[in-house]
Each structure stands twice: as C-alpha cells, then as structure tokens.
C-alpha cells in the first residue's frame, strides 16, 4: 500500500491549489450528506489515506447503476473522485477485455483490502449455472473476490436485497450479497448497501468518499443502509408533506388536487415506507424527483419493492388482495370474471369518450 | 449547462401559499448564527442543498436577503461566486463546477469566508515562487 500516493498529494501533483482543495471538500461534505462544518475534517482525513484499489464486479443486472453512476450531475467533483481510487476492474468500463480483463481483476486481488464493490444479484440455484463471466459462476467470482476484501459495498437493490432478479417466481435462485453472507456462502466482510433502482449517482459517490475519507463503514440503518442517505423517508422530507398533513390528497392523475400539487398517497406512493435521499438530493442536475414530477415513489429503495403489491394502490389499503380470506376469493372468482370484462368495457368506452378512467379501471 | 435548463418549471404560486416552512427556519437559524458571530466570531454555514426546497424557495430567499456591497469570483476547479447579502455577514457561496453545474451551495455566516482568503501554504508555495522569480531576474 506504501506505493500509493496520498490523496492530497495526488491532487497536489495536479496542480490543484489548497483553495481548489477546500472547495473541494466543501463540495464533498454536501455530497456525503455531512454538516458544511465537516470540511476541514475532510481536507485532513484526505492529507492521510492512500488511494485504495477497486474491483468492481457486475452480476445479473441491468447496467443501469453504472448508468446512473457516469450520469452523476457534478463531474469534477466525481471525476476526482475516481482519480482518488484506483478503479481496476469494471467490465463495461474498462478498456480490456476477454483474458486480459479477468488477470487485471487477479492481480488487483494479490495486495489484500481492496475494496469490491457489486452490482446485480448472485443466482445460486442449480449450482449458480444462471450467470457466468468467463467461465467463472458469478457466485465463484464473488466467493474468491470476496476472500481478501476490506468491504463490500452493494450498488444497487439488486446486489443489496436481491431485487428484480428475485422477485417471484425468482427462477434462477437470486440472492443479494449480505444474503449470501449470512448463509455461508461467501466469507463475512462489513457490508454497505446502497440501494435504489437504479440509486441516486451522488449517493453512490457520497457513499465510497465517506469510505475512502475517513476509511471506516458509515453508521447504518437495519437494512444496511447509510443513515446519512437513508436515514429519512421520502414522506417526512416530501415538500408535498403539507397537503398530506391537511388531508389533501390527488384522487386521479389529472383531478383538480393532482393539478394543485397535492399528496399523492391515495394514488400509491410509498413515500411513508421507504427510506432514500430523492426528496433532498433529486435527480437529473437536482431538477426534481418522481412525486415532484406527479407520481408517486415506487419504494425502489426498499427490500422485495417488486412484489409489494401494486405500485398503485394506497399503502393502508391490503397489498396483495390474495392474502386475504382465500374462500372470499374462491367465492368472488366467478364475479371477478365478469367485472373485469365489465372494466375492460369502461376503459375502452372512458377512451373513447374521452372521460376519466378510475385507478380501479387501470388496474384491472 | 445541461439541457434540461431549457424546460421551464413554473409553479403556480396559489399552489402551495405557505411554502414548505424551510424559509422561516432558514432565516431563524441565520439570526442565531450572526448573534454567535458577534459575540464568540463563530463562523455558521448551512448547506442549501441538504433541505428539501419547493421551486422558487430559493428565489424567495435571495430575494429576502437581496444582494450586498460585495461579489466575489474565484476560479478554483470551475467558477464559485461568493456574494455578500444585503445582510452583512451572511454570504450566499455558489461553487459550479467546470461544466457550470451547481455542485455545492451554502449560506455563510462570517467576516470573511475562507475560500477567499489566501492559504497559508500557498502562501508560502508563492513566497518561493517570488524569491525564484527575483533570483532570476538579479542573474540576467
């Protein structure tokens, strides 16, 4: 580790000025989230440590996380902090591939605490057939990666709880990285998830500078979530959390409370129950987020948010009608066939007639 | 500048008449903060970007706290403005990065905010620099 240079050298070797420097670390503390008093903290803490090595590996995803990632809004301050880690495998950024991309991940994983960093979910069934890099199963690469790591952080729901991959049926056995921890299947090394589909960019950043600044694992929620980020639900930091408080609620998506701006919690959001940053840090250069936008959260952030029911329907009413009394449901299937022909019916005539459709409408 | 600074956000004023309530308690934190910078020099500096906002809050706060005697621009990793408010002592500091994105906005509370000052060790970087430049120009 002693051939690494230090950050601040790193930085100063560039001809970046102490004043740079300190806007620098100003600009960090926002992204991590941390009281602007912090900065001077920060601009010591980076004088100390070494820029660490990086293994980034891609398991059943979609890409979007690395998407979101090289999207993020502030790109000087992202950029540097790249220069302040030594990013040596991520196979949709890297410029090698086929044998010379796995022995750049080999040789990244002789020189112990490293850190890894995962995106996707890990299939395990039928021995982890599902998903291969190389020859190599994912749940081999991550098992070995992990061995000698300082850290896992999860980059995305997918890494962190399972996410898509394993919504029901879950046909390739997909697990989340601290799940395979917790049975055994890979060595027990500290955890950070950073959830979301795909998370916030600047969260992912804000969460490996805390790392790489102060070069301890952020305190975390039970779900092994930075509380910085995580700590708030959308609902209590929600600009639209007055109207909820007044009981003014959207009804449909273009009523006179949709126009006026009003709490979309009758429409489906699950602000109340999911944790993540959206409210505050927004997305797209920090012009809005999904309620700001007119629809309500989707709980991306949240384990199992794909089989929660419909995205839809108001939290206090039942998410999956299924779980309740099956002979009442036994008894309404016949009913249920006929009211759907007669919803299909109402949609159809609602287009035509240009009126508006019910939620019930859409969702049958 | 993204594109997306081309699609106007309005909101209708008549829409949320009270606000979100963040501009109140921004205004109070500030008069705490210059009664302390007053009485110990404790300087106070509130992250913008960390409240949630409605649109035009922040228009609303500018406005409130209107613009000083002085404006300041430092070109340190892209442009930072830092301007004094018709409030003495409150600074709105504005750090863009070098595509001119907002990466960071403060309000500071101080005498003088520390990005403008000169640092120590550049300071002592220059005194070299000066001595070089001397040097050399003694020996030609």
């Not at chain 1, 602007?36 to 398991?59: D, N, Q, T």
């Not at chain 1, 639209?240 to 006179?256: I, L, N, S």
């Not at chain 1, 936008?293 to 419909?310: K, Q, R, V």
């Not at chain 1, 009442?328 to 009126?355: D, L, Q, W």
Request: aromatic content about 6%.
């Amino acid at each position: 580790m002693s051939r690494r240079p230090t950050i601040a050298e790193h930085l100063a070797r560039q001809g970046i000025s102490r004043r740079a420097f300190l806007k620098f670390c100003a600009a960090t503390a926002s992204l991590m989230a941390l009281p602007p008093g912090m900065a001077p903290a920060i601009a010591e803490a980076l004088g100390k440590i070494r820029r660490p090595s990086v293994i980034w590996l891609s398991f059943q995803e979609c890409t979007g996380c690395t998407e979101s990632l090289t999207r993020s809004h502030s790109p000087t301050v992202e950029s540097l902090i790249f220069d302040m880690i030594s990013l040596d495998y991520h196979h949709t950024l890297m410029a090698a591939s086929g044998e010379a991309a796995e022995r750049a991940r080999e040789e990244a994983m002789q020189e112990p605490g490293y850190l890894v960093l995962v995106d996707g979910s890990i299939p395990v069934k039928d021995g982890g057939i599902y998903s291969a890099i190389a020859g190599i199963s994912n749940l081999q690469m991550l098992k070995d990666t992990v061995e000698n790591a300082a850290a896992v952080v999860s980059i995305g729901t997918c890494a962190a709880y399972g996410g898509i991959p394993m919504a029901n049926p879950n046909p390739t056995g997909a697990m989340g990285v601290q799940a395979l921890m917790d049975q055994g299947l890979i060595a027990r090394k500290p955890v950070i998830n950073v959830p979301g589909c795909p998370p916030i960019p600047v969260v992912i950043t804000g969460v490996l500078a805390h790392y790489l600044t102060f070069s301890e694992i952020p305190a975390l929620d039970a779900l092994g979530r930075p509380l910085n980020f995580y700590g708030d639900s959308i609902h209590d930091r929600c600009y639209r959390r007055p109207f909820y408080d007044q009981g003014k609620f959207a009804k449909t998506f273009d009523d006179e409370g949709a126009r006026k701006g009003w709490c979309l919690f009758e429409l489906g959001c699950k602000g109340p129950t999911t944790h993540n940053a959206c409210a505050t840090t927004k997305w797209n250069d920090g012009t809005s987020f999904p309620i700001e936008s007119g629809h309500g959260c989707l709980g991306c952030s949240e384990p199992n948010f794909w089989d929660a029911g419909s995205f839809y329907k108001a939290l206090s009413a039942p998410a999956d009608p299924l779980t309740f009394a099956a002979g009442a449901v036994v008894a309404g299937a016949a009913v249920g066939v006929g009211m759907s022909f007669i919803n299909r019916a109402k949609k159809s005539s609602a287009k035509s007639a240009h009126e508006t459709a019910t939620l019930k409408d859409l969702e049958k | 500048m993204s594109g997306l600074d081309n699609i106007p956000i309005n909101v209708e004023a008549s829409a949320m008449p009270f606000g979100s309530g963040n501009t109140g308690a921004i205004l109070a934190e500030l008069e705490t903060s210059l009664h302390e910078l007053l009485k110990s020099g404790k300087e106070h500096s509130i992250d913008l970007r960390s409240l949630p906002l409605l649109p035009g809050e922040l228009d609303y706060l500018r406005e409130r706290l209107g613009t000083g005697e002085v404006q300041v621009e430092v070109n340190a990793l892209g442009p930072s403005t830092v301007v004094e408010t018709a409030i003495r002592g409150v600074w709105w500091v504005t750090h863009r990065n070098t595509l001119d994105n907002v990466m960071a906005e403060f309000l500071e509370v101080s005498f003088c905010p520390d990005i403008i000052r000169a640092q120590r060790d550049d300071v002592r970087e220059s005194l070299e620099t000066l001595s070089a430049l001397m040097a050399g120009d003694h020996d030609s």
